[in-house]
């Protein structure tokens, strides 16, 4: 089978304007970061993307930096933090200013949204958001009446990730990989987004078993130490000073980018 392994570079160079960027891994464990700084680097070079939809079960640091770089107009998450090390300050920082859009998630809606794409139809019912306010802050959700028991549910539309990046510990070329026994909704994603971009820890000339199989995969980058500061264990812990020198130094834009500068990310 022909190998699907390209630059990083040209994986950035497949984020378009306006589209639905899905990032996989789990708050502070296998996110996509090396993608990330990069897709930075592409957009002060070229000025795109933009106006970004950026999708997560669980946002991070990765979708933080995303955020304060101006990238991303929409957030469709059921948690955007740094568990201990505190609030994600840029997605905090304009979030309060009313400056992104927020779709109201959580972890139901997004599990049902992603298996109604997968099932192939155009929602998902549930009981899941019954009796509280949350139809109220999206109308999109409507209520079905379940036709044989007569019993109202919530049915949740289905969500169409465009491109879906997925940090893996091991891929081969032709996209087969492991990611550990952490997976989040990255299965879920690999089988919906219309594109799957792996980075990975390590490519290896084959796999015998694997959690993301090809035909789902559409590219494979190599990216050693790919989700750092971030963990990828077993590879590499969390790091925590690291994490915390963030959370300590960002407050707005301007702080933001001096932090940028101090680390030469970008």
Known sequence: MKSKKISMEEAVSMISPGCTLALGGVTLYRRPMAFVRALMRHRRSSGNPKDLTLLAFTAGLESDLLV???MV???RTCYFGLESFG???????????????????????LALGLRANLAGIGFMPGRAWLGTDLPKL????RTVVDPYTG????AFPAIHPDVAVI?????????????????????ELCLAAHRVILTTEEIVPELTKADLVAPFVDSVVLARGGAAPTSCHPSYPLDGEALL?????????????????SIHTL
């Open 68 to 70: 304060g770089e101006g």
């Open 73 to 75: 107009s929409r957030v």
């Open 87 to 109: 609030l994600a300050p840029m997605f905090t920082y304009y979030a309060n200013r009313g400056e992104i859009e927020i779709v109201e998630e959580s972890e139901a809606s």
């Open 138 to 141: 999206r109308p999109d959700v």
């Open 151 to 154: 019993e109202e549910l919530m």
């Open 167 to 187: 940090h893996a510990l091991q891929a081969d070329p032709e996209g087969n990989a492991i990611i550990g026994d952490n997976k989040g909704v990255d299965e």
């Open 245 to 261: 020198a963030y959370t300590e130094k960002v407050t707005d834009p301007a702080s933001f980018q001096e932090y940028l500068q």
